[in-house]
Structures are given as C-alpha cells and as structure tokens.
C-alpha cells in the first residue's frame, strides 16, 4: 500500500483549511482569497495549480511561508511529485508551524526519506514517541511506519504495525492493508510462525493473522474455536419486543444463486431454506426486506453480472453467490459498492473484501470441533479413518492439528477404500487393539460407509469410542440401518433435530418441502441461515463473541470476515440420533420473537424481474 492511498481526505481537508489558520500577523483580504482559491484548486483535484499559488503566496508572506510552503508540498504529494516537494521540505522550519502541521512536515520527511531509500530515517521520523498524531493522520503514519520497518528488515514489526492500523482503515484500504498483513506475516517462513504461535496467548491479538499466514503457506493450523458469550437479538432495555440489539434490516436484498447443470439441486435447497426463513411467522413488526433473486450462471463472469445487476437495481447487501468460481470473481473485484454475503469461501490465498463475509459449511470446522469434543471427554489418542473424499481429508486435517494444539497424539491413521465393502485392511493399519483407556475414534465418511465400518471394527475387538463429522447422519432417521452405528457421537446442524428454539419446527417444514431432508437437508438449513445472518453481520463483526443462534450452528464471525459454525453434538441410541446433554453451549442459545415483520401469503422465491415483500 503505497502512502498516497492513505489519509487522502485528511490532506484534502487540510489544505481547504488553509485560509483558517491563525497567524500573528492578520492576513489581508487579498491573501485570504488568495488561500482560498489555492484550496478549491486542490479540492477540484489541480495540485499542481495549487502548489504554485500556495508558492506565489509564501513569497508575498514571508511571516507565513513555511505554512504554505507546507500546503505547497502536500499538492506535490498529491501530484505524485514528491521530487518537486523534497527541497521545499527540507527548508521548512518545524518551530515555524502550528496544530498539526509539524506532524504532517514529519510524514512528508518520512514518505520522501522512503523514496530515497533512507528507512531508518523515516523508521526515526514515525516512531517519536512525543508526536502528538490527530486521528485523520493516523493511518498515514502507521503506513508510512510499516513500510519503513519493513525495508529495514523487520517484517514482523511491520506486520504488526499493519495489524493495529486494521480497525483505522474501510474498504479497499483496509483489504489491501491485511493482505499486505498476512504476507508480511507469511515471508517470515513456517518454522519461525510456528514458533512464535507456539508461545502466544488464546487471546493475543496477532495469533489470528499469524495462522492466516500459516494457512497461507499450505499448513493446517488449530483453530480457536469461538467463545460464545452473547446472542444477538437480545431485548434492548427499556424497548419493546420489536427493537432488537444488533438488528439492522437493509431495504432491499439480492440472492445471487446459480441456475444451472450441476448446481441446481444445491441452488433449490438453499433458495427454498432462506424463503422459509423469510416467511417464518413473527410476533413483531419490523420491516422487511425487498428480496429479488438472480441467476449467478455458474461462472465468474455470470456472477459478476449478476452482482453489478442487483447493484443497479437498488440491493443494499448481495447474497451470494454460491460456487468457488463465482465467489472469486466477485470478490476480486476492484471496490464492491454494497456488502457481500457470499455462500461460500473463494480460496485460502486471499481474505474476503472489507465490505464482504463469507460463510460457508465447512469440513474443516467440523474436525476441528471434534478434536475439541474428544479432548473435552478426555480422549488424548486418536486413531483417524477417513474416506478418500475431498471434505474428509480437509476434516482430518483440521482434525489432526486441533487435536495437537489440545496436547492429543495421533496413534494411527487408515483410509478406507473406494467401493469397498471389507474395510479389514484399513482396521489392521491401526492397531488399536493395545489402545489404552484414554483413546478414541475419529471417522469421516458417508453414512453407507460407516455402517459398514463399525461393525467391521466391534468384529476386530476394537471397541473405542467413536466420534464423526457430520456427514455419517443421512438426513433423516433410519433406526433399522442405524442401529450398525449405535454410540457414535457426530456434529451436526441442531436445526435438523428440532435442538434450536426459535426457528420452524424441522419436522413440520421437512413433510412438506422435499428438499429440507435427505441429503440436501443441511443446505437448506444453510439457506435459512443466510437469511438471518443479514440483519446481524454488522452487528457480529463488531462484537467479538456474539452469536447468531442459527440453523447450521451458532453462528460467529472472526477477524477475517469468515462466519464460523459452532455445531450441536448427537448421538446415535437404539438407532435414532438424538441431542447429546449440554450439547447446546452457554445456555439456551435462544432467540424467539426475533424481528421479521408480518409472512407475505405467498412463499414462492421472486424472480429479478419482481420484487418480493415490503
């Protein structure tokens, strides 16, 4: 991040004030106007015009030249001269200046100092630890900082300097600042960030950034899992039911989701969830959303489209879109002129804009919460089997190094085979027969898979506690089938067991819409989730340990814009998988009577071309 990108509008302000500032000498009317007309010159954008009225006007002032002389420099600056600005700094006298400006003539110092390959002059300039800084300048001195340091070699430094300017910066500045962030983070290299993660706090403020570069650099780190402390929804004192903290209901929404070969299925499932939501009968009365929904097309160009379109059409937040190439393509983008909702994560090389989250289910959080469950129950050895799909080796990943952050061992791993139905070789890499107390099971599989699996490992003697991601529940029960996986734990969204208060009864909206059981039942739970994630985004972004109790899981946001899933625990008895005791976190985790105004009659989607609500 170049320093020109930064504190522009404070510069800008500082040289229309120009005519403001007090002088021992009154100035005239003529010098006034003079003044003036330098700074509606820079304010339209002509620095260089301005930079030489505000010369003519320190050689008619002498008394008041090194403040032009200033204002002269900082047009310079924003011309991108700084080689025409430099001498005119250099004969500035610092005792000569008033308010703020000997902090700007220090920033101007520090920036060409840069420029001529002279860091530690400027490292010396941006660290005085005297120099009172207004807040409109301070993100321009912590850049300046960064880059400085930086160049003199301590890239940690930087990043750090980088990562307490993040809550100074918004949109693309603060986008660019934390990629910036990460790669600085990211350029010390995987053994010294282990090191330095190894020996910091839960809590310290640069853990988060440091696994981001970690992850960055192709590693599987422990995630922190969220520490849940507060629903959002909650009463406001002194209000009535219908004013809810953290609510804010934009005007109108775009559901961006892609119509086509491959994706429809998925697409119908999260659609008929976030209309289900959106129809959800309420006691309140606060207003509703315009919904137009948008065919994303599948593609990065489509979805593009489709995300311009909706902007042009009034939307005030964008839903979506929903597979990786579409999310990428909108979310690279240049600027995004309303917030973004995407359904899904664009890659791990990069973070979501300033202006957009991202929230997706992802196998990862699931491993990482069962290392979590499993060391909570006081499991330290884990034996890991695991499909060969994609979502079970992510699982297993996340698995492995959450499990050894918690001070668990791996004592063995085994794939099964694809197609196979004698998973014998698999079981005897895992030599669990020796297993101590103190060990247990963690599986990733489907649910055919696991039926076969568990009574192959009773067979083998191996009678360990098992624990499983969510993938083992087929969506519905099944007690006959189910019974080859009676005593296994798993994770799973507590919608789909009626194990959240305040949302539809699953069992009643499942019997009539096909696509909220089955396989595509989680989706759907993620589709209703959507929706009533876009009145609390702000509102969670900005309250670290706030929570959405949602269909999917309680539902948090962390540093990056990432919605992360805390999941509900089940388990399979005579055949029926029902809610484990405590498995619902810091109490009810309730949130009846949340603001969604009165149902419309009709619950069918609305296409583009007409809105829905009101």
């Not at 509008?9 to 021992?24: D, E, I, N, R, T």
Request: aromatic content about 6%; some cysteine; proline content about 7%.
């Amino acid at each position: 991040m170049r320093p020109s990108r930064l504190a522009l509008s404070g510069l800008l302000v500082s040289l229309v004030l120009s005519a403001c500032v007090p002088s021992v000498v009154p100035r005239s009317p003529a010098e006034i106007a003079a003044a003036q007309s330098a700074a509606d010159l820079a304010r339209q954008g002509q620095f260089d015009r301005a930079a030489q009225a505000y010369l003519t006007l320190a050689a008619q002032t002498p008394d008041r030249a090194d403040h032009y002389n200033l204002l002269a420099a900082e047009a310079y600056r924003q011309e991108n001269a700084l080689d025409r600005a430099a001498p005119l700094v250099a004969g500035i006298q610092r005792k000569q200046l008033t308010d703020d400006e000997p902090v700007r003539l220090d920033l101007l110092r520090a920036e060409i100092a840069l420029r001529q390959r002279d860091p530690a002059t400027a490292l010396q300039l941006t660290t005085q630890s005297d120099t009172n800084v207004p807040a409109n300048l301070q993100p321009r001195l912590l850049n300046l900082r960064a880059e400085a340091e930086a160049d003199t070699g301590d890239l940690w430094g930087a990043a750090r300097t980088r990562v307490n300017m993040d809550d100074l910066l918004q949109g693309a500045d603060r986008s660019q600042n934390r990629d910036e962030a990460v790669s600085l983070l990211a350029r010390l290299g995987v053994a010294p960030l282990k090191q330095r993660a190894s020996a910091m706090q839960p809590d310290d403020h640069m853990l988060p950034w440091v696994n981001e570069a970690l992850s960055r650099l192709g590693v599987t780190v422990a995630q922190a899992q969220p520490n849940l402390t507060q629903p959002v929804g909650t009463l406001v004192p002194g209000s009535n039911a219908s004013v809810r903290e953290g609510y804010k209901m934009p005007a109108q929404v775009a559901l961006l989701l892609p119509d086509s070969d491959g994706l429809v299925a998925a697409s119908s499932a999260i659609r008929e969830g976030f209309f289900a939501a959106y129809y959800q009968d309420a006691d309140t009365h606060a207003p509703r959303a315009i919904v137009r929904v948008y065919d994303s097309g599948g593609n990065a160009a489509s979805a593009i489209k489709a995300y311009n379109q909706a902007v042009s059409d009034g939307a005030q937040i964008v839903v979506g879109p929903l597979a990786r190439a579409e999310v990428i393509g909108v979310l690279s983008q240049s600027t995004l002129p309303v917030p973004v909702l995407a359904l899904n994560h664009s890659d791990s090389k990069s973070l979501p804009a300033g202006n957009a989250t991202e929230f997706a289910l992802m196998p990862e959080n699931e491993g990482a919460q069962a290392a979590d469950h499993m060391t909570d129950s006081g499991i330290h050895s884990a034996y890991v089997v695991i499909s060969g799909d994609d979502f079970a080796k992510r699982a297993a990943a996340a698995f492995k190094a959450e499990f050894a952050a918690k001070g668990g061992q791996i004592a063995g791993t085994a794939q099964i085979a694809s197609g196979s139905v004698n998973y014998g070789d698999a079981i005897n890499e895992l030599n669990a027969g020796s297993a101590g107390t103190d060990a247990g099971i963690f599986i990733s599989m489907r649910t055919e898979q696991a039926r076969l699996l568990l009574p192959q490992l009773r067979v083998a003697r191996i009678n360990l506690p098992v624990f499983a991601t969510s993938h083992i529940y087929g969506g519905s029960d099944n007690p006959s089938a189910d019974r080859d996986l009676e005593g296994v734990e798993f994770c799973d969204a507590p919608w789909l067991f009626d194990a959240q208060t305040g949302l539809p009864s699953y069992q009643d909206v499942a019997s009539q819409l096909p696509t909220a059981r089955g396989a595509t039942a989680q989706l759907f739970a993620f589709g209703m989730d959507a929706w009533n994630l876009v009145p609390y985004l702000d509102w969670l972004r900005n309250h670290p340990g706030s929570y959405l109790p949602g269909a999917s899981g309680q539902l948090t946001t962390d540093t990056f814009g990432h919605v992360n899933r805390v999941l509900t625990w089940m388990k399979f008895q005579d055949g029926v998988a029902r809610p484990m005791n405590g498995s619902l976190q810091n109490g009810s985790l309730q949130m009846d009577n949340a603001p969604a105004g009165p149902a419309p009659a009709s619950s069918a989607p609305t296409p583009a071309s007409a809105p829905a609500g009101g």
